[in-house]
């Protein structure tokens, strides 16, 4: 039998077992525990920059969302590994990439961000994504970071991950990170934070800002503190006393694993510390039509064609043996342009197929509630399971 793992599943813990899922993957966005309480932050049309806190975005008791998960998903036998976006700072709320003609920016912002606005990580020119206009991010996406070469802020960070263990029962985390280049990036434009660039000029002699964006010496520096990141949070989930899995999900990072440090995840150093458990390779495999390619990729948008997974997971398993288990992921998420479910469960049993065949350990998706919700969807995770796709 093959294992799935799904992300954010939206049926009950005990349905889902019977099509497979043995693993829930399952998102804290957006303030379920203390340690990360969010604010909903606005900006008026043609504010030049910043954010006005409006007040307590949860309207739940701190993590009690993630509790209930938790033991929904224990009581059928499953695992349950929350996952948040690592130094996430916010994001403004619908603007996928695309500036608005008239709206009034609305989102969500950990409560740390906006009260220490000195470790948003900044852009070579200073600025931070309070900055920005939407559509003028460096990142060609309207979210913000904070900065891991910050000691606070990997403090900060890897608080909530050791929370959703120690206090929610957790079986695993995971770490997702959303490294999106605008147009034309080769490497990440984020990181110009005050300890790196003193850490670059006393090793260096020069301020980082002089020298071309993709200088391996500056790139690897900023790398160096994600990695220090991972290595802390390893250490600390460690001292818990049990076996926890820890889990890094990202999606264009895995093509080039030589490269993979210019986008501050150098995965490959990560498997060889042996400070990682698994891998989720995501991959789009519906294009909702955003502007921007998928990073390290030539097809020229978001979708990613069975022949691109099995290269890209067969790259994967080259670099990690079994020194590190594989759960490629699909990502088909419904809303925006998105081809109907009878069309879309036959590609994703196709790259079921592709990721198998190709090493993957097991099978994950993330999607949501809207394709979630069929029938047709479950029996497609049911085959997959029972190896008959």
Request: proline share 7%; glycine share 8%.
């Amino acid at each position: 039998m093959i294992p799935i793992v799904v992300t954010n599943p939206s049926r009950p813990a005990a349905q889902a077992m019977e099509a497979g899922v043995s693993k829930a993957v399952l998102t804290c966005y957006h303030g379920m525990l203390d340690s990360h309480p969010r604010v909903l932050c606005y900006r008026p049309p043609g504010a030049s920059s910043g954010a006005e806190d409006r007040g307590h975005y949860r309207h739940t008791e701190p993590g009690e969302p993630l509790r209930s998960a938790a033991l929904d998903a224990h009581s059928a036998g499953q695992e349950a590994h929350p996952y948040a976006l690592v130094a996430n700072a916010g994001l403004w709320e619908g603007s996928r990439r695309a500036k608005p003609s008239a709206r009034m920016r609305l989102g969500s912002m950990p409560k740390f961000a906006i009260e220490h606005q000195e470790y948003l990580s900044r852009a070579r020119d200073g600025t931070t994504w309070l900055d920005w206009e939407i559509g003028e991010s460096p990142l060609g996406y309207d979210i913000g970071y904070m900065g891991l070469a910050y000691p606070e802020v990997r403090e900060y960070e890897r608080a909530a991950f050791v929370s959703y263990v120690r206090d929610f029962g957790a079986d695993g985390v995971q770490m997702e990170f959303v490294q999106v280049l605008a147009e034309g990036g080769g490497v990440w434009p984020l990181g110009y934070d005050a300890p790196a660039i003193e850490a670059y000029e006393e090793q260096y002699g020069i301020d980082p800002r002089e020298v071309d964006a993709n200088d391996e010496a500056w790139a690897r520096l900023r790398a160096g503190y994600f990695t220090q990141f991972v290595r802390e949070l390893r250490e600390d989930l460690d001292s818990l006393g049990k076996k926890v899995e820890f889990s890094v999900a990202s999606e264009g990072v895995w093509a080039d694993p030589s490269t993979a440090y210019k986008y501050m995840l150098d995965w490959p150093a990560w498997v060889d510390e042996g400070i990682i458990d698994t891998l989720h390779p995501r991959f789009w495999i519906i294009d909702p039509e955003y502007p921007l390619s998928y990073p390290n990729s030539e097809t020229g948008s978001w979708y990613v064609d069975d022949a691109r997974i099995a290269q890209e997971i067969s790259t994967i398993k080259g670099v990690v043996g079994d020194r590190c288990k594989i759960y490629g992921t699909v990502i088909c998420k419904h809303d925006g342009p998105a081809p109907p479910t009878s069309d879309l469960t036959p590609r994703i049993a196709s790259a079921a197929k592709a990721m198998l065949e190709c090493g993957s350990d097991a099978f994950g998706i993330y999607t949501d509630a809207q394709v979630m919700s069929t029938g047709e969807f479950w029996d497609c995770m049911k085959s997959i399971h029972e190896g008959s796709t």
